[in-house]
Structure formats: structure tokens, C-alpha cells
């Protein structure tokens, strides 16, 4: 099966990753290895691992 990609995708400087929002794990943990994000009245938890692979959970 071979994915489609939309068409900005694969102008310069209009692809989807060019307009979405970028944050930084290391600042949205403040230099440690965890943070908690809230949508809509949920709260998960962020974690860097020690392999530095980023973990999820609510």
C-alpha cells in the first residue's frame, strides 16, 4: 500500500511540519525528565527516557 502525501507537502517552506507548532522536551521538563500536560481537564504525564526516547501516559 503506498501513502498519498498532500500536495504542500512537498513545496519548500509550506510542508505541514514547517507550519506546526515546535516545543522542546528538555524546556517543557525545565532541564529534567518530566512534565505533566492537561487537555481538557486529563492530565499525562511526559517522560525522557534515559535512551532519551519520549514516553506519554495519562
Known sequence: ???TRPA???RPG???LS???????????QGGNQALIVL???VYQLRITR????ILTK
Open 14 to 16: 509550506t510542508s505541514i
Open 19 to 29: 507550519r506546526m507548532p515546535q516545543h522542546d522536551a528538555t524546556q517543557l521538563t
Open 8 to 10: 504542500d507537502f512537498t
Open 40 to 42: 481538557d481537564e486529563q
Open 1 to 3: 500500500m503506498t501513502a
Open 51 to 54: 535512551a532519551g526516547k519520549l
